[in-house]
RNA sequence: GGAGGGGUGCCGGAGUGGACAAUCGGAGCAGACUGUAAAUCUGCCGCCUUAAGGCUGCGUAGGUUCAAAUCCUACCCCCUCCA
């Protein structure tokens, strides 16, 4: 099968009232609908899950990274057993992160400069480094489908001035990456970066767009700014990225964050979101998150979301689940990315035939008004005590 | 019968005159988790109270002291060894 790189993508339908949009994304692993959720997989795996089950669940297209699989087992390795999909058993596609956000999350270890970033790794404390050049060739050896530019991140508090240079950076890396990019069955997507800033992102997109990627990526949000913030951004990034290439919002999300996001016109998401969430015991339910562990679900006959058809509530109760939570079994993991997963997959699911059907609208109303989210002013507070915590182990 | 050790909050277990409502674990309860260094982290956890604050409290009952989980006396219970 071929495919050109510039023609990636179809816009098959819009929608009246919103910017959401149904599509189709070709890859060398087969042609995946679009808006599209693509669960985490940075070390060669969907923790807890085969590849059989992710495809019973409806998942078709997943993430992968280029930071863990380097370091470890090594890109080498990988090549030599026939690529990623290969040596995982994954025969979907497979999308990879450049490693650019570990220069943000893992930022105590890292530096950066012009011509990459230097890292330690968090197995040995060994010193390494990435250039734009050098992740694109990983990206290329690992053989995956869809492979992303090195790009450098900027947390929330950011000087604008700082944010600037972050992103004019990573425009420069763009132009070098697309450059040293040579396989042209693997469409390379370019990252908009500028932090919180309207003008940035707009330069950001825009400088991007000329450079004609087969598609785009926004980077750099859902990092602990407000909810509107992060919705003002994608709607001015948006603006400016062309109509009929992908566009892709990157560690986005939990499931209202996919509905706005599809309503501004977003076509891709990645996440670690629903995968950890689950294997911490909290569950998507329409109505919103429940924690399985606590006590009201400790006699609760019958499955935690009556509406799901997952494994997992097909079989068991969720007192059964909150039991398994309580003493740390191995099965709860599981199941419960099972049921995340599956509740994601029919969140997409039922978003595409929404926007197919010209009722997009009204589905985003009837799911938001249901799903309740979680506590704001907790999230923040508690990422922030996170953080500090993180920064101090690291000292 | 003799000798020794010990009884602390739901549990384990520190503390041996003031800084103790009592270190620390565990359990329990609640919350968070957004391009995964996450099977992780945070908070609460005697009673009343939103809080300030108040009340009760370290086997039981007395006592010494300005002050006792900590010292003294008696009693109750548990464990180990000897007979």
Known sequence: MTIK???????????DGTQARLGELATLHGAVSTPV???????????????????????TMILGNTYHLYLRPGIDIIEKMGGLHNYMAWSGPILTDSGGYQVFSLSPLCRVNDDGVIFRSHIDGSEHSFSPE???EFQERLGVDVIMVLDECTSVGEKKMRV?????????WAERCLKKHVNQKQPLFAIVQGGVFPELRRQSAETLAAMDFPGYAIGGLSLGE???TTWQIVQTTTEKLPHNKPRYLMGVGSPEDIVEGVSRGIDMFDCALPTRVARNGALFTMKGRQNVDKSMFKTKEGPLDDNCDCYTCQTFSAAYLHHLFKC????????????NLRFISRLMQGIRSAIQSGTFLDFQKDFLGRYKTTNEAARITQKQKWLDGQRNSSD
Not at 38 to 52: A, C, F, N
């Open 37 to 59: 959720f693509l669960p985490v997989g940075s070390q060669g795996t969907v923790k807890t899950l085969t590849p059989e089950e992710l495809q019973a669940i409806g998942i």
């Open 164 to 172: 600037r240079e972050a992103m004019l950076r990573t425009h420069r």
């Open 226 to 228: 407000a909810k509107e």
């Open 134 to 136: 050098a992740a694109i």
């Open 5 to 15: 790189i510039k023609e990636v993508f179809k816009v098959l339908k819009t929608c």
């Open 328 to 339: 740390g079994e191995l099965l709860a993991y599981r199941l419960a990315t099972i049921h």
